[in-house]
């Protein structure tokens, strides 16, 4: 069964740093395309950032420069780098393996004004 476990959100002011982590669970996080995606309510999930299994990173254009796609491949998880945090990166953040029908709970990151 594969599964994937988010981590590390919390409150922080605008401007900011948090760094999030997901474990993944049977399957291999460095062979797979590993997503991070944001969910606001009333909004569509949306994509945040990949991480390749060969190392590339990409980002939606919004949080280039900011945010930081990473994974520790002895841990078998995946880290999302997140810093000069803005209100509207207030979101439920989930990782995600490309084309899964499976979702973690995600966690929350709240940013104050």
């Known amino acids: 069964q594969e599964q994937v476990v988010e981590s590390g959100g919390g409150l922080v002011q605008s401007g900011g740093s948090l760094k999030l982590t997901c474990v993944g669970s049977g399957f291999v996080l460095s062979d797979e395309i590993m997503t991070w995606h944001r969910q606001t309510p009333g909004k569509a999930r949306e994509w945040v950032a990949t991480l390749a299994p060969g190392g590339a990173t990409f980002y939606t254009d919004s949080v280039t420069g900011r945010f930081t796609a990473s994974r520790d491949e002895d841990k078998n998880t995946l880290y999302l780098g997140m810093s000069n945090l803005k209100p509207e990166d207030a979101a439920v953040y989930y990782c995600?393996?490309?084309?899964?029908?499976?979702w973690g709970q995600g966690t929350q990151v709240t940013v104050s004004s």
């Open positions: 995600h393996k490309f084309r899964s029908t499976a």
